[in-house]
C-alpha cells in the first residue's frame, strides 16, 4: 500500500490539486482517516484538509491519459512532515472498514471495480487477497483503494515490475 509520498504531500500543503489552500482543522474526536501515513487521527490533532487527484499524478509519471476516469477528491493529511506510514502491509487502522477498490489500466482508463467488506462481526476486511486476484489480470497496472461511506482515496497499490 502506497500513502501520498512526502514530496506530493509538501506540494499538497502549499496547494492542493484543486488549486486552494489546506483547510486546518482540528480534529475533537480523532479517527479521521490520514492519508500521509496511513493511520487514524488521535482527538484533538491538527490535520489539513485538501483536495487530491491520484490518477493524475500517476499520470504524470507514466504518461497515462485518465480523461473522464480524473478525479479530485478530499483527503486529511498532517499540516507538517510525520514519518509516514507504520510498516508495509495494509494499515491496520482501516483493517475492518469496507473499501471499494478501482482497477486502472497502464492508459488510466478504469477496469472494474470490487467492493471489500469484512464479517458484521468485525473481522479484518480481505483486502490484500481482493488486491492479489486483481493484480492477477494482466491488463491492471494502478489499484485505488476508497472509502465507502464517501469515496474518498484510501490508498494506491500499483503493479510490481519484475526486473530482469
Not at 15 to 44: E, F, I, K, M, Q
Not at 133 to 157: D, I, K, N, S, Y
Request: hydrophobic residues 40%; contains cysteine.
Amino acid at each position: 500500500m502506497r500513502a501520498i509520498t512526502p514530496d506530493v504531500l509538501a506540494e499538497l500543503r502549499n496547494a492542493d490539486d484543486a488549486g486552494n489552500a489546506a483547510v486546518l482543522r482540528t480534529d475533537p474526536d480523532g479517527g479521521a482517516p490520514l492519508r500521509c501515513c496511513l493511520r487514524r487521527t488521535w482527538p484533538g490533532e491538527h490535520v489539513a484538509l485538501v483536495s487530491y487527484a491520484p490518477l493524475r499524478r500517476w499520470a504524470s509519471e507514466t504518461g497515462a491519459q485518465p480523461g473522464p476516469y480524473d478525479e479530485v477528491g478530499p483527503v486529511f493529511i498532517h499540516p507538517a512532515e510525520c514519518d509516514g506510514p507504520d510498516g508495509t502491509g495494509y494499515p491496520a487502522a482501516f483493517a475492518t472498514s469496507a473499501r471499494v477498490l478501482r482497477a486502472y489500466h497502464a492508459d488510466g482508463h478504469i477496469l472494474g471495480g470490487r467492493l471489500v467488506a469484512g464479517d458484521p462481526d468485525g473481522s479484518p476486511v480481505p483486502v490484500e487477497s481482493a488486491l492479489a486476484e486483481m493484480f492477477a489480470e494482466p491488463a491492471v497496472a494502478l489499484v485505488h483503494g476508497r472509502a465507502v461511506e464517501f469515496g474518498c482515496f484510501t490508498f494506491e497499490a500499483r503493479r510490481v515490475r519484475e526486473l530482469g
